[in-house]
C-alpha cells in the first residue's frame, strides 16, 4: 500500500499506455507524462510506437474471434502470449525513448479484446501481471469488466480521457476515431462528465480492410489512402443493402465490434457482390462509402437534434484514408472536418494515451467511465491493478 500511496502522491509521472483494437495489427505504446487528476489532468506525449504483430500472431488473434474456432486452451495460452508482448513492446518503447523501465511510474494495458457482448459480458486478454513480471512496474488493466458489472455496455471508455483533453470553453467538438470500429464523442462547450455524449458508430476499417485482404489474395491489408477506393464507383445496388443494417437505426448507448461487421457480415458482402457482378475497386470504394455514411447518419440522426457541432476531429487509422476522410466532409457539409494531424497531434497515438490517462485516474481514485456513452447506472472507478 504505500507504494500505491507514494504512486498515487507523485506530482508528475511517466506512464506508458498499451492498446490493441478491433483491426488486430500490432499493439500501439504510447509513453505520456501527466500531472494530476480529473479535470486538472496535463498530459504530454513524450514518444509513441506500434508495434506490429507478426502474421502467425495475428491468425491466432484472428482464430479466438470465430467461435466455430477458437478453444479454451488457445484462450488461456494467447492471454499470456500477448501478456508478453505487451511487456516487451513497453519495455522497446522505453529504448526508443532512451527512458529506462525503472524510471516509468505506472502501465495502462487494455489488452486485446476477444469477445464482446454488449451489456453482458466483455473478455479482453494479455494478461496484465506477465506485463508487470516483465516490467517491474506497477499496471492497471481490464478496465472494461467494472463498467459491465456497473450495467454499462463496457464501451467506448475512450470519452472520459477525450473530456480531460480536448475539451473546449469555445466550440462544441466532437471526436471521431476510426478504427475497426468507428466510435465519436460529443464535447459541448465548457461540459461537464453528464453532459457528454458517446457511442459506437458503426464499422470504420474492419470491413474495408477485410475486403482489401481478401480481394488481393492477401498482398494488400488495407486501402493505403483510399488509393483503390479512389478508382472506383459506389454501386448503388449493394449501399442500399448496407443501409438497411439494423444497428444504423438502434439507438445510444450503443457498441459494435467483430461479432457485429466482423467476418461473417463481410461474407455476406462478398456473395452480395457477386450476384451483382461488383468489380473490386468498385467493391472497396462502396464499403468505403458505407463507413462515411454510418457515421454521418449517426451524427445526423443521433447527435445534430440535440447539439451543435462546430467541428470533429478525426483520428485513427482512418484519419489517413483520403478517400474515407472525403465522404466524410460531403456528408456533412457546413462541419468542420480536420484530423489530429491537422492540429498538430498523432492520430495513431490517441487511444493509446487515453487508457495511460485512464489508468492515472484509477490510481488517483477517481470514477473514469461515462455512464452517458456506456448506459451503466453510476460512475465507477475502472481497472485492476498489479502491483
Avoid: W
Amino acid at each position: 500500500m504505500e507504494r500505491l500511496y507514494a504512486l498515487y502522491k507523485k506530482k508528475k509521472k511517466k506512464v506508458i499506455g498499451l492498446m490493441s483494437g478491433t483491426s488486430a495489427d500490432g499493439i500501439d505504446a504510447a509513453l505520456v507524462e501527466i500531472e494530476g487528476y480529473g479535470p486538472e489532468t496535463r498530459a504530454e506525449l513524450l514518444v509513441f510506437c506500434n508495434f506490429p504483430y507478426d502474421e502467425p500472431t495475428r491468425r491466432e488473434i484472428f482464430h479466438l474471434f470465430d467461435v466455430s474456432r477458437s478453444t479454451v486452451d488457445l484462450v488461456c495460452r494467447m492471454n499470456f502470449k500477448l501478456g508478453r508482448l505487451f511487456g516487451n513492446a513497453a519495455i522497446r518503447l522505453c529504448e526508443l525513448a532512451g527512458v529506462d523501465i525503472s524510471d516509468v511510474d505506472l502501465i495502462g494495458s487494455h489488452g486485446q479484446t476477444v469477445y464482446h457482448i454488449p451489456g453482458e459480458a466483455t473478455l479482453q486478454i494479455g494478461e496484465p501481471c506477465v506485463i508487470a513480471e516483465i516490467t517491474g512496474r506497477t499496471v492497471v488493466a481490464d478496465f472494461r469488466v467494472r463498467d459491465v458489472a456497473a450495467g454499462g455496455h463496457g464501451a467506448p471508455l475512450v470519452p472520459y480521457a477525450e473530456y480531460l483533453l480536448y475539451r473546449s470553453d469555445e466550440v462544441n467538438r466532437a471526436l471521431l476515431n476510426i478504427g475497426g470500429i468507428a466510435n465519436i464523442t460529443v464535447l459541448p462547450k465548457s461540459c461537464s462528465v453528464e453532459d457528454i455524449t458517446a457511442f459506437d458508430t458503426g464499422p470504420g476499417n474492419m470491413v474495408i480492410d477485410e475486403i482489401v485482404l481478401r480481394g488481393t489474395g492477401g498482398s494488400m491489408k488495407f486501402d493505403k489512402d483510399g488509393a483503390v477506393a479512389s478508382k472506383g464507383k459506389v454501386d448503388e445496388r449493394l449501399i442500399e443493402f448496407l443501409k438497411a443494417h439494423p444497428y444504423l437505426k438502434q439507438r445510444p448507448p450503443k457498441t459494435a465490434g467483430r461479432e457485429i461487421f466482423g467476418g461473417g457480415f463481410v461474407e455476406e458482402i462478398i456473395r452480395k457482390s457477386l450476384d451483382l457482378r461488383i468489380g473490386f475497386e468498385d467493391l472497396v470504394a462502396t464499403v468505403t462509402y458505407f463507413t462515411a455514411y454510418s457515421i454521418a447518419r449517426a451524427c445526423r440522426d443521433f447527435l445534430m437534434p440535440n447539439h451543435r457541432i462546430d467541428e470533429i476531429l478525426i483520428s485513427g487509422g482512418g484519419a489517413y484514408n483520403k478517400t474515407l476522410v472525403d465522404m466524410i466532409r460531403k456528408e456533412l457539409k457546413g462541419v468542420e472536418i480536420r484530423t489530429f494531424e491537422d492540429i498538430g497531434l498523432n492520430s495513431d497515438a490517441k487511444e493509446a494515451v487515453a487508457f495511460a490517462v485512464l489508468a492515472n485516474e484509477t490510481i488517483g481514485g477517481v470514477c473514469n467511465n461515462v455512464p452517458g456513452a456506456t448506459g451503466a447506472g453510476k460512475r465507477v472507478i475502472l481497472g485492476k491493478i498489479i502491483i
